[in-house]
């Protein structure tokens, strides 16, 4: 971050921008007040008319920069980049910095990639509420400069502290790799928006500063204030033995044999029941000083291991650097050697777990499914048997009908014989009764035809 000396006066920058309309220039801070703070001015564009559009009067010789002031605290850094998700892969730089005189807010300076870009933000999200459960709305101000105007460092500053960071912290990528911008929190620490994304707090994953003023440390299990402990490897706060013994109950958990006395900050270890550390941060000047465990000190408050020559208590302190490092070093092995072992062992009993699930859901599913095919057959069975039982019922009404039918058939053929008889013998009466009637017709015609000659023959003689 390069920050020039301070300047009294901003009117030539603001007024190259536009000759006719006036900017506002707000002071601002970011930086880490313990370590370091830098103070600068950003030079806005005015609001527009209230007669107009906020979203359809654009500045004239604007620039593709923005500020979003006032956004509440309560909104985490991840909260602000989900509400403008649609445009990180637009931005080039996010800063988040504390307006003077506004303690619950912080502000966002944002530079895009083109000026379209930066005029549909604006255009989205001016006048839209942060969320929809609260009055808190969004304003977004164009940018025309910003200016750093002072650098204020702190006597215990660290070297690294004003450092740039070549990588990210959080996925350890290069910054400039990710398409989604960079995100400079209020301590001046850089990330991929991305990765602050999926942060849950307003916190710096690095130097662990929050805008707000933090609280007490208290034990994640009962909540005391005293006697409290910090697992070194993942961030868990216990109370020691005296109290709860909540710190030494996620030693036996986790196996994280090393935690830190916040009050005194020295190192203990679990598994070999004994202090373990070389450097403690002094309380005056917050530097890193090593810690005298066997000194003896007098009634005089002098030391008799420090009492000596300085020279020669320089020669010791620097002889033993590189034993410390070296323990250092095969300290850290050995505690990675036992959390991998550890994790493997819980990776290896998750398994067994998971194949012991596996085969008692497979014998489960295969005596459930065995159990219904089972019924399914019963129940088959029962239908075959029932069948069979009407089959052979329907094979001797069959028989039955058979035997009836047969005897109805001999019945029937033996009445049409008879019938046939009576009908020939009838026959045999008709053609007897047709000659009998017919001989007497004859006879008839031959009496009355004789009698008709006779007739004639009376007449004739009457005649002559």
Sequence with gaps: MAIAGETKSLAPSASSASSNVALDSVPFSSGNPLIEEARGVVVLHPDPPAAASSSSVLPVGRKPRVCVPAVPNHLTYADFCHFCAFFLE????????????????????????????????????????????EGNVCHVRFVEDVHYTQLIEHA????????????????????????????????????????????????CPVCRYCQQQPEKSTCSICGTLENLWICVICGHVGCGRYKGGHAIEHWKETQHCYSLELETQKVWDYAGDNYVHRLIQSKTDGNLVEYNLYGDHSANGMCSTCSGDAGIGEALLNSKVEDIVEEYNDLVTSQLEKQRNYYESLLLEVKEDTQKQIVAA??????????????????????????????????????????????????????????????????????????????QNTVTEASNSISSDMKLEDNSSHTI
Excluded at 182 to 195: D, E, K, M
Excluded at 397 to 405: A, D, K, L, T
Aim: glycine share 4%.
């Design 362 to 439: 497979t014998e489960k599913a295969m005596g459930t499914k065995v159990q219904k095919l089972q019924a399914k057959l019963d129940k088959c069975m029962e239908e075959t048997k029932f069948l069979n039982d009407i089959h052979e019922s329907l094979v001797e009404n069959m028989e039955m009908w058979r035997e009836r039918i047969q005897k109805a058939k001999e019945r029937e053929q033996a009445a049409i014989r008879l019938k046939d008889k009576k009908i020939a013998k009838l026959e045999e009466e008709l053609r007897g009764l047709i000659a009998h009637f017919e001989c």
């Design 90 to 133: 637009h931005m080039l730089e996010m800063r988040i910095v504390r307006i003077d005189g506004v303690e619950d807010q912080y502000s966002v300076l944002i530079k895009f990639d083109s000026q379209s870009s930066t005029d549909d933000f604006y255009k989205h999200f001016n006048g839209k509420p942060f969320t929809s459960l």
């Design 156 to 203: 215990h500053s660290s070297a690294t502290s004003s450092a740039e960071q070549p990588t990210c912290p959080v996925c350890l990528e290069r910054l400039d790799q990710d398409p989604g911008g960079i995100l400079t929190t209020i301590c001046n620490h850089s990330f991929h928006c991305s990765c602050m994304s999926k942060w849950t707090d307003s916190s």
